[in-house]
C-alpha cells in the first residue's frame, strides 16, 4: 500500500516508487510533518520531530499528561500551520470567527486512506484510476470555533509526484469567514543549502527562469491580477544549493489555479523553511454559513533526486497522462496557421482562403482564423462581446468559409475572447452592469475593454449561446480562447456585500464551469489557451485546453528563453510555437526559417505569417518542417525533455533534446544566440541508454550512448548568429 498508518507510532508514511512524505499525530492531536524527500524504509520517523528548545519566548502548549515533553507550535514543524496560536510562521489557516477574532488552531479527528484519487467538483485537478494513486483524507477539527477542515493528500505511484487540497467545512451554528486558505504547506526541516526557483516575466517575456539563493525570511510569487499571469507563474521550487540539471534535491511546487495565487517560501533564522501554496490571501474573504465549504484547489508536488530535469519529467508525464483529458489528450495535434501575424484585423475571406490554399498545399492541416471576425472589430478599440460573424468581411458568412477550406483537406478554428467586452460594444451598451465593477468608482480600462462577471450565470449563459450559435453553423476544430486584460475594480452586481471578496475566485469557478460546459456539449473540440500570450499558462488551463499559446514573443531566439523556462513544470504537448515572419514583429530580429522551425518544433507546431508571401525556396522548407513534424511528432510529444545548455546559463547557445521511452530515438536540438569565435564544439548528451549504439541520422556516425552522454556530440563548424542544427538519434541494437 502507497500509504499506511502506524498506530503505534502514530505516524502516516506516504510513498511514490521514489519518494516519502511523513507526517505523525503528535502531541494533543497537533499534526507535526516529519519528512519529505527521497524515499525511505523506516515509518517510525518520530524521531524528527524532535527540535532544540532554546528560548522560553515562544509560547508553549500546556500538555495535559506529564511528564510535559517540550511542544511548540512556534517551534515544531508543523503539517497546516495555523493562526494566531502559538505559530509565528505564515499560516496555511486563518479563520475569522463570529466572534471577530481570527484565532484558529485544528487537531487531528480521524483518516481514511484508499485507493484511487477523488475528483475536486467544479474544478480542475489530476485525476487517477484505482491502481495508479492512493489517497488520504485526515478530519481536523477546531474545537472551539467549529471549523472542520480535511486534509486530501494523493500519491501517484509511479510519478514521484503527489497532490493536496483542503476542504473547509463550518460544522458551527454561527457563520465564519475564511481569511486564508492555503493548498499545501510544507517544513522543511533544514533549508540552509537550498535555492528557490521561481518564473517570473511580462508580456512577450513570459516564465523567465530566475535562480537565487533561499534567503530568511520570504520570498515567493504572487498574482493579484485575477489570473495566474505573465508575472509570475504558479509555480516555485527549492533546490539543494548543488543541484544541476541532472543531479540533486528538488521540490517543485505548482498550483492548479488560473486565479490569484500566492507561493512562499519562508526560512526562519533556526534554517528550517515553510512552503505555503495557495489562493492569494490578499483580495480573498469566504463567507461560511453553518453547514457551508469551501474546497480550496489542488497543489502538485514532485520531489526528484535527479535534479530540475528529474522534477521536469515528472510533471510533464503527470500532466500528460493524467491532467490533459478527452481525445486531443493523446491525439495528434493539428499543424496550424494562424493569420494573427499574416493580417491582424486586415482580412476578408479572400485573404484567409489565399492564406489556406497555400497552407494545403505545404502539408498545414488547420486554419485559424483570429481577431477580428466578428461585430464592429476592424481595431482593438470595439466589438468584443458581440459574437456575431462580421458579413462584410467574411462575405457569404462563417459557413461558406469553413467549407471552403474543409474542401482544401483542412480543418477551421476560431478565435474568442469570452470573458471581455469592448466599452464600444452592443452589448457593453446593452449590459453595462455585466462588467465587473465596484459602487460609485470609475472602471479601469486596458486594451479598450473591460471584464465580464463570470460568476453570473446569466452572463455565463449568453457567452454560452453565443459560442454554440458558432459552433452549430460551422464545422469548427479548434477554439483560440484569448483573455487580454486582468481584472481590476473586482465587484459584483449580483452579490450581497458580505459576499463581494468572492468575487475573484467565483470569477474562476464561473470560468471553469463555462469551460466544462463547452467542452461537455462539443467533446471533440480543441481548446488553445491564450491570455496576451502565455499570461494564463497554468495546469488549470491544461485540464480544459491540452495547449496552451505560449508567448506573443514569437522571435525564435527570444523563444529560447521562454520555452525553456516553461518546460520547468509544463510539457512541450502544452507549448503553443509558431514559425513567424522575419524581420520579427515583436523584436525585428532576423533568423533562419530553419531555426524558426526547429525551435517552434519543440511545442505544439504550427505557423502565423502570411504564407502566401513566401518564395518557392522557403515554401520547400516549410514543407520538409511539416514533414518532419510528423515524423518526430511522437519523440518530441510523448518523450522525456533533457534539457542539455541553458540559454539563462550561457547567453550564446541553448540545447535540449526528447528521448522515447523505450530510448530508442532521441532529437536534438542545438541553437546558437551569439557567435562566438571560440565556439564549443561539444555537447553532451543525457537519457540515452548508455549500452546501445546511436546512428546520428544528419551525419551518419554511430556512437554508443555512453559515448554520446560522456563525451558528447560534435558541432563541428562555426554556426553563424541563430542558426541551429537538428540531430535525429536512432538506436540500432
Ligand atoms: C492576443 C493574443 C494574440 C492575438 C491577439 C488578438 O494578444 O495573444 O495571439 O490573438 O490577442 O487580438
Redesign the pocket.
Known amino acids: 500500500m502507497a500509504i499506511v498508518y502506524s498506530a503505534e507510532h502514530r505516524v502516516f508514511k506516504l510513498d511514490t516508487a521514489s519518494t516519502s512524505y511523513l507526517l505523525q499525530v503528535g502531541p494533543e492531536n497537533y499534526l507535526l510533518h516529519l519528512y519529505y524527500g527521497a524515499k525511505v524504509s523506516d515509518a517510525d520517523l518520530g524521531y524528527l520531530s524532535y527540535t532544540v528548545y532554546h528560548s522560553s519566548h515562544y509560547p508553549r502548549v500546556r500538555m495535559e499528561t506529564p511528564p510535559e515533553p517540550f511542544f511548540s507550535k512556534g517551534v515544531h514543524r508543523m503539517e497546516y500551520s495555523c493562526n494566531g496560536c502559538g505559530d509565528f510562521r505564515g499560516s496555511a489557516l486563518s479563520i475569522l470567527r463570529s466572534t471577530g477574532t481570527a484565532d484558529t488552531d485544528i487537531q487531528y479527528v480521524s483518516h481514511k486512506i484508499y485507493a484511487g484519487k477523488p475528483e475536486i467538483e467544479g474544478q480542475p485537478a489530476t485525476y487517477a484510476g484505482e491502481t495508479e494513486a492512493t489517497t488520504l483524507e485526515i478530519l481536523c477539527r477546531d474545537s472551539v470555533s467549529g471549523a472542520e477542515v480535511t486534509l486530501f493528500y494523493t500519491v501517484f505511484e509511479n510519478y514521484g509526484a503527489m497532490t493536496r487540497h483542503v476542504v473547509v467545512r463550518n460544522a458551527s451554528a454561527e457563520p465564519m469567514d475564511i481569511q486564508r486558505v492555503m493548498s499545501a504547506c510544507v517544513d522543511f526541516h533544514d533549508a540552509n543549502d537550498m535555492d528557490f526557483i521561481h518564473l517570473y516575466g511580462n508580456w512577450g517575456r513570459e516564465r523567465a527562469f530566475e535562480r537565487t539563493p533561499l534567503i530568511h525570511g520570504i520570498q515567493g510569487a504572487v498574482s493579484k491580477r485575477g489570473c495566474s499571469s505573465h508575472m509570475q507563474n504558479p509555480f516555485i521550487a527549492l533546490c539543494s544549493r548543488n543541484a544541476t540539471e541532472e543531479t540533486g534535491d528538488v521540490y517543485g511546487f505548482n498550483f492548479v489555479y488560473t486565479g490569484n495565487f500566492s507561493a512562499t517560501a519562508e526560512m526562519d533564522s533556526d534554517g528550517g523553511a515553510r512552503v505555503l501554496v495557495g489562493i492569494n490571501p490578499e483580495g480573498f474573504l469566504w463567507h461560511l454559513d453553518p453547514g457551508e465549504r469551501f474546497v480550496a484547489p489542488e497543489v502538485v508536488m514532485v520531489y526528484s533526486g535527479e535534479g530540475l530535469g528529474g522534477m521536469s519529467r515528472t510533471f510533464h508525464r503527470l500532466y500528460r497522462n493524467n491532467l490533459c483529458r478527452g481525445p486531443w489528450k493523446n491525439r495528434k495535434r493539428p499543424i496550424l496557421i494562424?493569420n494573427?501575424?499574416a493580417t491582424?484585423?486586415k482580412f476578408d475571406e479572400e485573404k484567409l482562403y489565399d492564406i489556406a490554399k497555400t497552407a494545403s498545399e505545404l502539408g498545414i492541416e488547420m486554419l485559424v482564423m483570429?481577431?477580428?471576425w466578428f461585430g464592429s472589430r476592424d481595431t482593438?478599440r470595439s466589438g468584443l462581446g458581440d459574437w456575431f460573424v462580421n458579413e462584410n468581411k467574411l462575405k457569404g458568412g462563417l459557413g461558406k468559409l469553413v467549407e471552403r477550406v474543409n474542401a482544401l483537406g483542412m480543418k477551421f478554428g476560431i478565435?474568442f475572447?469570452p470573458e471581455m467586452v469592448s466599452e464600444d460594444s452592443d452589448l457593453f451598451r446593452a449590459h453595462p452592469d455585466w462588467a465587473l465593477q465596484t459602487p460609485n468608482r470609475r472602471m479601469s480600462i486596458a486594451?479598450y475593454q473591460y471584464v465580464l462577471d463570470m460568476s453570473r450565470a446569466d452572463v455565463r449563459d449568453y457567452l454560452f449561446d453565443c459560442i454554440k450559435k458558432v459552433m452549430d453553423n460551422a464545422n469548427i476544430a479548434y477554439i483560440?480562447w484569448?483573455f487580454?486584460r486582468s481584472l481590476s475594480e473586482v465587484g459584483s452586481a449580483l452579490l450581497a456585500p458580505n459576499r463581494q471578496q468572492e468575487v475573484f475566485h467565483r470569477y474562476v469557478l464561473g470560468l471553469y464551469e463555462l469551460l466544462e460546459r463547452i467542452l461537455t456539449a462539443y467533446p471533440d473540440l480543441l481548446l488553445e489557451g491564450?491570455?496576451?500570450?502565455g499570461g494564463r499558462f497554468d495546469p488549470a488551463w491544461l485540464y480544459y485546453a491540452p495547449q496552451f499559446?505560449t508567448s506573443?514573443d514569437t522571435d525564435a531566439i527570444e523563444r529560447l528563453d521562454i520555452q525553456y523556462g516553461t518546460s520547468l513544470c509544463y510539457p512541450a504537448s502544452a507549448m503553443g510555437a509558431h514559425v513567424s515572419a522575419c524581420p520579427n514583429h515583436q523584436v525585428k530580429r532576423t533568423t533562419p526559417l530553419q531555426t524558426r522551425g526547429a525551435v517552434a518544433m519543440a511545442g505544439t507546431f504550427g505557423y502565423?505569417l502570411d504564407l502566401t508571401k513566401l518564395t518557392d525556396a522557403e515554401k520547400d522548407v516549410v514543407r520538409q518542417q511539416c514533414a518532419d513534424y510528423h515524423q518526430y511528432y511522437d519523440v518530441i510529444h510523448n518523450g522525456d525533455l533533457y534539457r542539455l545548455i541553458s540559454p539563462w546559463k550561457d547567453r550564446t547557445r541553448c540545447a535540449w533534446m526528447f528521448v522515447s521511452a523505450d530510448k530508442s530515438e532521441a532529437l536534438v536540438t542545438y541553437a546558437v544566440m551569439r557567435s562566438e569565435v571560440y565556439q564549443r564544439y561539444y555537447v553532451r548528451l543525457a537519457g540515452l541508454d548508455p549500452n546501445r549504439r546511436y546512428r546520428n541520422e544528419q551525419t551518419g556516425q554511430i556512437l554508443s550512448g555512453d559515448t554520446l552522454m560522456n563525451a558528447g556530440i560534435c558541432i563541428p563548424e562555426v554556426l553563424r548568429d541563430f542558426d541551429s542544427r537538428v540531430f535525429h538519434l536512432t538506436a540500432i541494437d
Not at 491564450?530 to 500570450?533: I, K, L, N, Q
Open positions: 494562424n494573427w501575424e491582424y484585423f483570429d481577431d477580428g482593438a478565435w475572447e486594451r483560440k484569448d487580454n491564450c491570455a496576451s500570450g499559446w506573443d502565423e
